[in-house]
C-alpha cells in the first residue's frame, strides 16, 4: 500500500524530471536520445528483478543516464548499475578526443578510470565499478534484468560477451541494447542478431542513434559462437543483413548497408563491397557520415 502511493506521489515528479533532461546530453560518445531512453528506462520500466548492467562504460555518460532513472523508480531504490570497462586509453579515443574537452588529458595505454569516478561522483553510491577485461568477464551475479552494450569491438570480445553475460538474461523480460547496431565498424552484430533471431525481438530502435533495444523471448544457454566473418557463408551473411535491414528505421539504413560493405571488406571479398556500396539505394546520407567513409576505404583514389 505505500508503496502505491509513493509511486502515485513520484509520478508527477518523474514525468517533469525527464521531460527536463530530454534535451541534456552527458559527455561521451553517446547521443541525447540514447541518453534519454536510458534514463527513461530506468525511471519507468525497470522493475528490479534483475541487474543492471553496462558493458563499456567509457566516461559515464551512459552510467549516469540509469543512474538518474534509478532514482526516480521507487520499485528499484536499491538497485545499482554494474558498470564495465577495461578502462585504457588507446588511439581510437585519441581520434576521437580531438578538438573536445578532454584532448590532451590522457595517454595511450594510461588509465581514464579517474576521469570517469569523478564524472560519475554524484552517483557512486549506486554504482558498481568493474575493471575489466570482457575477453575474460564473467557475470557471478543474479539475473540480468537490463544489458547494455557498448563493448562487442571485435568478434573475440562479442563470442566472450554472449557467454559471460546472455545466459542470466530473464525470458520475457529481460532487455538488451546494442548500441552499435547501426556503426559499420561492427558487422558480426548482425551475425549475432540473425542468429539469435528466435530468442529475441526488437522493442526499441533509437532514433538518429546507433542503438537498437531488444528484448530476450526464450532462456539461452551454450552460447558458444564463432563470429568470424571469414567462416560464415555468404548466404548467411546476406540474410543477416536483409533480417537487420528489416529490423530499424529508414534513417539508419544506409549505415546497416555500410557495416555490410565492411563485412566483405573483413572476408576480402572488395568487389562485393564496392557492389554493395555502388548498387544501394540509401544515402549519401548516414548517421555519422559513414557510408560515405566506407566509400572512402573501399575507393581510395577518387578523392
Not at 570482457?134 to 557498448?150: G, K
Not at 556503426?183 to 526488437?202: E, G, K, M, N, Q
Request: net charge negative.
Amino acid at each position: 500500500m505505500k508503496t502505491d502511493i509513493l509511486r502515485r506521489l513520484l509520478r508527477p515528479t518523474r514525468y517533469f524530471y525527464l521531460r527536463s533532461k530530454r534535451n541534456r546530453q552527458e559527455f561521451g560518445m553517446t547521443s541525447r536520445h540514447e541518453q534519454h531512453w536510458l534514463r527513461t528506462y530506468a525511471a519507468e520500466t525497470y522493475r528490479g528483478i534483475g541487474a543492471i548492467v553496462d558493458l563499456g562504460c567509457f566516461l559515464g555518460a551512459t552510467t549516469i543516464s540509469l543512474a538518474e532513472g534509478l532514482a526516480l523508480n521507487s520499485r528499484a531504490r536499491q538497485q545499482q548499475v554494474h558498470a564495465y570497462d577495461l578502462f585504457t586509453w588507446d588511439e581510437r579515443f585519441e581520434l576521437w578526443a580531438k578538438g573536445k574537452e578532454v584532448e590532451g588529458c590522457f595517454t595511450v595505454d594510461g588509465s581514464f578510470l579517474p576521469e570517469f569516478l569523478k564524472r560519475t561522483e554524484k552517483w557512486r553510491d549506486c554504482i558498481v565499478v568493474h575493471e575489466e577485461d570482457l575477453t575474460q568477464a564473467q557475470w557471478q551475479d543474479s539475473a540480468i534484468e537490463f544489458l547494455l552494450v557498448d563493448a562487442m569491438k571485435s568478434p573475440e570480445t562479442a563470442s566472450a560477451i554472449l557467454r559471460g553475460f546472455f545466459p542470466y538474461l530473464l525470458p520475457g523480460q529481460s532487455y538488451v541494447a546494442q548500441q552499435d547496431f547501426a556503426h559499420c565498424y561492427t558487422p558480426w552484430i548482425h551475425l549475432i542478431a540473425f542468429r539469435l533471431r528466435d530468442y529475441f525481438s526488437v522493442v526499441a530502435d533509437v532514433p538518429a542513434s546507433g542503438t537498437t533495444v531488444f528484448r530476450c523471448e526464450r532462456e539461452l544457454k551454450d552460447l558458444e559462437m564463432d563470429l568470424s566473418l571469414s567462416a560464415c557463408s555468404a548466404d548467411e551473411l546476406e540474410a543477416a543483413f536483409d533480417y537487420s535491414m528489416s529490423l530499424v528505421a529508414d534513417e539508419k539504413k544506409a549505415n546497416i548497408i555500410a557495416a555490410k560493405a565492411m563485412a566483405y571488406r573483413e572476408r576480402g571479398d572488395i568487389a562485393r563491397a564496392r557492389e554493395i556500396v555502388t548498387l544501394t539505394q540509401y544515402g549519401p546520407e548516414s548517421l555519422g557520415g559513414e557510408l560515405e567513409r566506407v566509400k572512402g576505404f573501399l575507393f581510395p583514389s577518387d578523392g
